[in-house]
């Protein structure tokens, strides 16, 4: 294997070293024993941008699929074997990456490895219709938990497909939609396994108490026989001009609690200094009970519940500014957005005070030390750097990167980006239909669509 | 049609390595000269200290009708004190990059701050500041109480939280406080005002019957120095003992529907009264339970996910409610997900097969293996966090445990045999003793739900 180990990062005493094997699987590892657990986190470079029309939702059911069983690996035998050994795991799928993870206690690291290695070399041997509709089920079932018998529960959903136009890669989330989630074919989860998940594509992270050299050879022994290969076709481009253009707006009548206001903010790329003062200034704005937000709509002028500001970080597209305000009862929207309006103007000419970034900057450094607090964190970390900025010594001075942005920098993204024509609105507004025995209504859309700006 | 060849080097699974040791950590215990008590915890590396302060204020201490008063009084704390006003106050706290959450149940009050160990000292005083001289300014109080009366029907909306409400009602005489939301009804909270806060806080908080737990990386902190400049700076008259009222549950079998015309999927919540840690049966009930829903191989999901497909997943716990060394206390034992709504009579009926097939045929030597092994050996990954340690150390506080009772939960669980677990689990999900809240269309799934004999079947208006 060819070794590229490069000088150690430090951040808070953490390091990491990087490693390639011949069938291009790069291997990044970080030393810690203060606890005597490992963790394993693989990050496949795929996800639901990588989707084609008619096929959404694909990526996150593949991600299912690889709990099914491989070549030495029965059916939930990756669940059994893994919490029989007293370890916890996962897999996640995002827009651009899906990633796995196991935490085990350390002396059962090599299973771990062991299994993640018989699935990304062997997955088709043991894939069958059984289980790809079996686990179809259990995803739509997925979907109508955590979307669609919720309310608000498809609100990121409209505002993504507002905030990145049709036939954007960025255009659906990654759980789909039901009538795709039933198109999808065996012969779909075999090719676009055999398309994304090989040895080239993945970057594959163990932190926590390990001897190093020991685990270079185990990822060697188990991965290094897993041929590589470069029929990956490059991801749809993803640029967007960097504001809409025009203001869109959806109003969804619904059988929701209360009013709200949402709304979708384009914003820079991720691993830009840019989309780190963007985050400054939504934290700045709508994170937490200090922010101009909270004190503004929940605290003075009584119309919101809650009011906050959330960042999808994105690196193929502008990253997402995310605004959720529920109304307080008898509050309008129109008074809410007005008042929204007026504080975005304000910041954006007068930029934080110097103790609001102050603030700021201690808020996002202790969400960074939460993130760092575990080895699954760190080793998540690790690969989400590896993967989209090709270098995994950037998560060890993340922290560092964000308290070097200055006022005068987030001000200025934030009159750049935070701009009536440069978001989609969503606003809800209830349908009060609560009366038993009222006729189960499809929910009501009026969408108010400004089609054609930038699609 | 699966494809045979592979062309990688398969090898075969590879055998465990030396187990290194690891055990739960013992916290160290001392009293400030108020009569707090402390538990600290040195924990190297987790920058991010964690700190919970118990307050012994459990919710029938609250007056009749103003259910929700400890919540209101809980979430007032951090509006502002002697000093600060309430928005001076969260400025203060976030600039020291803390987090600070306090919330209401059974048991009593718990305040839990989360900051890094630089800034602990800073964010202490302003905790110290918060419980010794807490402001309950009149219209900030006015604004929670505004707040919490609009939060409800978002939570009413929600249909797990829905299920727990009912099941709540359902399970406890009306006159029990456990019957009743624990923040409150729209009813009560709109009876709250500040004088209603101080007049609580004056009559339950005081330092002498509360706990502070701190735990994380303490290198180069003078804990001691530091808490007795804050929390040792609080003072209080001591307070009467309460009489704690007895917990009665009724556990007859039956159905309620919370009719959601048109909702996609039934939220199911399955339940009754158990015991609470002390019980010499709860290790055997942990393993159970484990085996019955503790993840998606355990018997229910294995049926109704990865078998049928019906659900995302349902899961087996018990929740302790109020815990108490005389056999007063009680946990909730329950069993909760979401299942499609056509399938909803078909997915009760195979979780009823499983508990009776688990009652006839009892768990196999290798399912109480695997439970023991999963158990046991998450413990040092589970412990990880500073937060979560002390969260642990928090609760056997709350719930008058030893504080090495997780410690020896580890080696009790993996000293109870398979007749003992099984024993456990099926006396815990008695199917003739199982409430079942299912927030769902009535119209769809009443009449599969009668055939099924579960019980007497009632609907209510969603």
Redesign the interface.
């Known amino acids: 294997m060819g070794h590229t180990a490069t000088p150690e990062a430090r951040s ?2 953490l390091t990491a070293t990087e490693h390639r094997l011949a069938n291009g699987l790069r291997v990044v590892l970080s030393e ?1 024993h ?4 490992a963790a394993v986190c693989l990050w496949y470079d795929v996800g639901s941008r990588h989707e084609v029309a008619g096929r959404t939702g694909l990526a996150h059911l593949f991600e299912h699929l690889m709990f099914q069983g491989s ?2 690996v029965s ?2 035998g990756h ?3 893994v ?6 795991l996962n897999g996640t799928t995002s827009f651009e990456r899906t990633n796995y993870f196991e ?9 771990a490895l ?1 299994l993640e ?2 699935r990304m ?2 997955l ?5 219709l059984e289980s790809l ?10 979907r ?3 979307y ?4 608000y529960g498809t609100a990121f959903e409209r505002l993504t497909a507002m905030a990145y136009p049709e036939g954007h890669p960025y255009h659906h989330t990654p759980i789909g939609s039901m009538a795709d989630l039933d198109a999808a074919s ?1 012969e779909d989860a ?1 090719a676009f396994f055999r398309t994304y998940y090989a040895p080239n594509n993945a970057v594959l992270s163990v932190v926590g ?1 390990i001897d190093p050299r020991r685990t270079l050879e ?1 990822v060697e ?2 991965f290094g ?3 590589g290969h470069d029929g990956k076709p490059a991801p749809r481009d993803g640029s967007l001009p960097e504001v809409i253009g025009g203001e869109l707006r959806q109003v969804v009548e619904e059988d ?3 009013r709200a206001l949402m709304a979708a903010y384009r914003l820079p790329q991720d691993g830009t200094r840019e989309a780190d003062a963007a985050d400054l200034a939504l934290t700045v704005l709508g994170g ?3 922010s101009r937000l909270h ?1 503004r709509l ?2 003075r002028d ?1 119309t919101a ?1 809650g009011a906050g500001f959330g960042m999808l970080r994105l690196t193929g597209a502008p990253s997402m500014g995310w605004l959720d305000v ?1 109304a ?2 008898g509050a309008e929207v129109t008074a809410i957005e007005a008042a929204v309006d007026e504080e975005l103007a304000r910041f954006a000419e007068q930029g934080p005070t110097p ?1 609001e970034m ?2 700021a900057q ?2 996002l ?2 969400e960074w ?2 993130r760092l ?3 699954g964190g760190r080793a998540d970390e690790l690969c989400r750097f590896a993967v989209l900025f090709g270098d995994p010594q950037l998560a060890l001075t993340a922290v560092q990167r964000v308290l070097k942005v200055t006022p005068e920098e987030v001000r200025e993204v934030a009159a750049r980006r935070l701009r009536p024509d440069n978001r989609a609105v969503l606003v809800y507004e209830p349908t009060g239909g ?1 009366a ?6 499809a929910p009501v859309v009026d969408p108010i669509e400004e089609e054609g700006e930038d699609a | ?11 075969p ?2 055998q ?7 055990a739960f950590p013992a916290p160290e215990r001392a009293t400030l000269a108020n009569g707090l008590t402390v538990l600290h915890c040195h924990r ?5 200290v964690a700190v919970e302060v118990l307050l012994d204020v459990p919710l029938d201490a609250e007056p009749e009708g103003l259910d929700g008063v400890a919540t209101i009084m809980s979430r007032a704390f ?1 509006e502002g004190t002697d000093t600060l006003t ?2 001076e106050f ?2 203060e ?7 600070l959450d306090a919330h209401a149940d059974h048991p009593g009050v718990e305040v839990s701050l ?3 160990a630089s ?1 602990l000292g800073k964010a202490l005083g302003l905790l110290a500041d918060a419980l010794r001289a807490p402001a309950f300014p009149d219209d900030e109080v006015e ?1 929670l109480v ?2 919490r ?3 409800i ?2 939570e ?4 797990a939280r829905r299920a727990a409400v009912t099941l709540s009602k359902e399970l406890f005489p009306a006159d029990s406080r456990m019957s009743r939301p624990r923040q409150g009804t729209e009813e009560t909270v709109a009876r709250i005002d500040a004088a209603a806060v101080r007049a609580f806080y004056e009559a339950h908080v005081r330092p002498s019957t509360g706990t502070v737990v701190v735990v994380g990386d303490l290198t180069g902190i003078d804990l001691a120095a530091v808490l007795g400049e804050t929390l040792g700076a609080w003072t209080a008259e001591a307070g009467a003992a309460r009489p704690v009222p007895a917990i009665v549950a009724d556990d007859t079998a039956r159905v309620v529907i919370v ?1 959601r ?5 039934t ?1 199911l919540l399955i339940g009754r009264t158990g015991p609470d840690r002390h019980d010499a049966a709860w290790p055997a009930q942990v393993l159970g339970t484990y085996c019955l829903g503790g ?3 355990s018997r229910l999901d ?1 049926v109704l ?8 997943g349902v899961r087996a716990f018990a929740q302790v409610l109020r815990s108490a060394p005389d056999g007063t206390g009680a946990s909730l034992l329950a069993i909760s997900g ?3 709504t056509e399938v909803t009579g078909p997915a009760l009926e195979d979780a009823w097969k499983v508990l009776r097939t688990l009652a006839e045929g009892g768990l196999t030597d290798e399912e109480r293996d ?1 439970a023991v ?2 158990l ?6 589970k412990y ?3 937060a979560a340690v002390a969260a642990t150390f928090a609760e056997q506080v709350e719930q008058h445990l030893p504080d090495d009772f997780q410690a020896r939960l580890y080696e009790r669980l993996a000293a109870t045999g398979t007749v003992e677990a099984t024993a456990a689990v099926v006396n815990a999900f008695a199917p003739e003793r199982l409430v079942v809240v299912l927030v769902g ?1 009535a119209s769809a799934i009443r009449e599969p739900v009668e055939a099924l004999g579960i019980g007497p079947v009632s609907v209510v ?2």
């Open positions: 808070g005493g810690d203060l606890t005597p657990v070549a030495q059916g939930n669940f059994e074997l919490q029989g050994a007293g370890g916890s935490t085990m206690p350390a002396h059962q690291l090599e299973l062991w290695a018989d070399g062997s088709l041997t043991a894939l069958d509709d079996n686990q179809r089920d259990v995803v739509k079932n997925e109508r938990q955590r669609d018998n919720v309310p065996l075999r108490d185990w022994r188990y026989s897993i041929p929701v609690p209360s937490g009970e200090s004190n929940v605290r009584r519940v529920k307080s009862s103790a102050e603030r201690a808020q450094e202790r030390l939460d607090a575990t080895v609560d038993a025995g009222e006729e189960p209504d | 049609m699966t494809e045979t060849a592979t062309e990688m080097t398969l090898h699974r590879p465990a390595g030396q187990p290194k040791p690891w190297p590396g987790q920058q991010v951090s309430a928005e969260a400025a706290l976030e600039r020291c990059g803390a987090t989360e900051v890094p800034r604004r505004n707040n009366l609009d939060e029907p978002h009413m909306a929600n249909p009719d015309p048109g909702a996609v999927q939220q993840t998606l191989t294995r996910r990865e078998e049928k497909g019906y659900t995302y979401s299942v499609a695997v092994q999963n046991v050996g998450v413990a040092p990954l990880e966090t500073a269309d208006k969603g």
